[in-house]
């Protein structure tokens, strides 16, 4: 169970406290948020297993964030709510929770609907692929294809572009992708800028205007699914609108849709 890392969004610091007590006397590996911006940080850094999301959060809808999680095509979530109506309960299992459980309730429920829900991911089998339209990148074999073309990428390559597509969208610090893309490694965070501009020579039909994989000024980088699902065909200006741009944008850039099952962790090959 130690490979078992679970997330908690709940608003009650003293409810928070007392469901990671009780998960971590069982073995799971736990990480707390208390808001909506904390736990996209918390989720995006530690690609939790399993996620414990409060319906009301005090900066958002839970519901919104559940919807957020499905498109990331990873956890399994347990919504928890003090609404119990039968609509309530429907709208939190059609955003995209996996079960729904009415406050309050007892510690052995709540356990062993988490047991449940664990035992239902591993039976899951990880996908073979990410299928972003021209851009498709093979899980099992390691290989992306490009308009059909097989592109040549090293072992620290493909970490970073997988890594920067399970973000999905979301702009990332250097910090961020060196940690993830290559989690052993001790390194500057700049050498992300070098691996960047290769995967750009190979992939972006004019490395000078980025489109596929954005610089967000003063921030880090962002894959850009909507510009291979044809949604966007403009080019990456951020470099010279900076932070505003990216301001201006809001949300709508940070889901996207995947033809495949749940994303799993990736096994880094150096």
């Known amino acids: 169970m130690a490979s078992v890392s679970v997330q908690i969004v709940e608003s009650n610091p003293h409810l928070r406290s007392l469901l990671g007590w009780h998960l971590q006397q069982v073995g799971y590996r736990v990480y707390q948020a208390a808001s909506l911006y904390q736990a996209r940080e918390v989720f995006l850094l530690r690609q939790p297993t399993l996620v414990i999301l409060d319906a009301e959060l005090p900066d958002g809808d839970g519901l919104e964030f559940c919807r957020w999680l499905l498109r990331q095509h990873q956890p399994y979530i347990l919504m928890l709510s003090a609404r119990n109506t039968e609509a309530d309960i429907v709208a939190g299992l059609k955003a995209g929770a996996d079960d729904y459980l009415t406050k309050p309730f007892g510690m052995q429920e709540f356990l062993a609907r988490i047991e449940a829900l664990i035992r239902r991911n591993r039976m899951n089998i990880p996908p073979a692929?990410?299928?972003?339209?021209?851009?498709?990148?093979?899980?099992?074999?390691?290989?992306?294809?490009?308009?059909?073309?097989?592109?040549?990428?090293?072992?620290?390559?493909?970490?970073?572009l997988y890594v920067l597509a399970q973000a999905g969208g979301l702009p990332l610090s250097r910090s961020e992708l060196l940690n993830r893309a290559w989690p052993d490694a001790i390194d500057n965070p700049r050498t992300i800028d070098t691996h960047v501009l290769s995967l750009r020579k190979k992939l972006e039909t004019d490395p000078r205007q980025p489109s596929i994989i954005q610089t967000i000024r003063n921030v880090g980088y962002r894959f850009?699914?909507?510009?291979?699902?044809?949604?966007?065909?403009?080019?990456?200006?951020?470099?010279?609108?900076?932070?505003?741009?990216?301001?201006?944008?809001?949300?709508?850039?940070?889901?996207?849709?995947?033809s495949t099952a749940a994303s799993q962790p990736l096994p880094i090959s150096k």
């Open 224 to 258: 850009n699914p909507e510009f291979l699902n044809g949604y966007n065909s403009q080019p990456d200006n951020s470099d010279h609108n900076g932070v505003e741009e990216q301001r201006n944008r809001g949300t709508t850039e940070r889901g996207f849709s995947q």
């Open 129 to 160: 692929y990410l299928d972003y339209g021209d851009l498709k990148i093979d899980l099992v074999q390691r290989r992306v294809r490009f308009q059909e073309e097989l592109i040549d990428l090293t072992p620290q390559e493909f970490s970073l």
